[in-house]
């Protein structure tokens, strides 16, 4: 019942034109509908007032994209969970991960990563040993949005350097996380850069998107060109 209610009022967010913008975004995903992630957040804030909101994030009666994104925001918005709760409700979800984009929105929803680092830090590391592309960048985004850190950083390098994954979606998550590593601990990250067992792509791919970074000065920037393998 919930389900189709649901359904109903998200299909009446389509943006057409966004829908076509995000098609091409996630090749190979069908089953897009087409709705802006703010118009979608809000939405998810509703239903998570409502008592089904639980419910409705465990069901697998879902045909949509939006409709994964939507289950993964309420998991996120649910700050009443204790910390038990609430990683059994992500364990349900990492699975349900089919494209990059609903990856990344879901662990930027994770908030209650910021108060259970150790805990949230201990759980991701099945992920990491996953050899399915989706748990594996879930585990890898983690990191990125809440583990470059003082007390993290060290670990995250000894942890990117053991991942081996042909994944496209792993391998850029890797690039990525590097590069915003490398605004965050430029002297910890070049060490690394230096001296690390990544592949030729993904290595190459970070020094790109350091480049990319406007927070990167001009000479730091001649340096990285010049490391290129």
Same mark, same amino acid.
């Given at each position: 019942?919930? @389900?189709?209610?649901?359904?109903?009022?998200?299909?009446?967010?389509?943006?057409?034109?966004?829908?076509?913008?995000?098609? !091409?975004?996630?090749?190979?995903?069908?089953?897009?509908?087409?709705?802006?992630?703010? +118009?979608?957040?809000?939405?998810?804030?509703?239903?998570?007032?409502?008592?089904?909101?639980?419910?409705?994030?465990?069901?697998?009666?879902?045909?949509?994209? %939006? %409709?994964?994104?939507?289950?993964?925001?309420?998991?996120?918005?649910?700050?009443?969970?204790?910390?038990? %709760?609430?990683?059994?409700?992500?364990?349900?979800?990492?699975?349900?991960?089919?494209?990059?984009?609903?990856?990344?929105?879901?662990?930027? @929803?994770?908030?209650?990563?910021?108060?259970?680092?150790?805990?949230?830090?201990?759980?991701?590391?099945?992920?990491?040993?996953? &050899?399915?592309?989706?748990?594996?960048?879930?585990?890898?985004?983690?990191?990125?949005?809440?583990? +470059?850190?003082?007390?993290?950083?060290?670990?995250?390098?000894?942890? +990117?350097?053991?991942?081996?994954?042909?994944?496209?979606?792993?391998?850029?998550?890797?690039?990525?996380? +590097?590069?915003?590593?490398?605004?965050?601990?430029?002297? %910890?990250?070049?060490?690394?850069?230096?001296?690390?067992?990544?592949?030729?792509?993904?290595?190459? &791919?970070?020094?790109?998107?350091?480049? @990319?970074?406007?927070?990167?000065?001009? &000479?730091?920037?001649?340096?990285?060109?010049?490391? !290129?393998?």
């Amino acid at each position: 019942m919930h @389900e189709a209610i649901i359904r109903k009022e998200l299909l009446s967010m389509q943006d057409k034109k966004y829908k076509d913008f995000h098609n !091409k975004l996630c090749p190979g995903t069908e089953n897009i509908i087409g709705i802006r992630i703010p +118009l979608l957040r809000n939405y998810a804030k509703k239903i998570s007032k409502e008592t089904f909101w639980k419910e409705y994030a465990l069901t697998s009666k879902i045909k949509y994209n %939006e %409709e994964v994104m939507l289950q993964g925001m309420l998991i996120g918005l649910a700050k009443q969970l204790d910390i038990k %709760e609430a990683l059994l409700l992500i364990e349900s979800f990492v699975p349900k991960i089919k494209n990059w984009a609903v990856c990344d929105v879901f662990c930027g @929803e994770l908030k209650i990563t910021v108060k259970n680092k150790d805990i949230i830090w201990q759980f991701i590391q099945k992920y990491l040993k996953s &050899k399915k592309e989706f748990e594996l960048r879930f585990a890898i985004v983690m990191m990125l949005g809440y583990y +470059l850190t003082d007390d993290y950083i060290l670990k995250v390098f000894q942890t +990117l350097d053991n991942i081996k994954h042909d994944g496209y979606y792993v391998k850029m998550a890797v690039a990525w996380t +590097l590069s915003n590593a490398f605004v965050k601990y430029p002297k %910890e990250t070049m060490q690394y850069l230096k001296n690390n067992s990544l592949d030729d792509w993904t290595y190459n &791919k970070a020094l790109q998107k350091i480049l @990319e970074s406007f927070r990167v000065d001009k &000479k730091t920037k001649e340096i990285i060109r010049s490391m !290129k393998r």
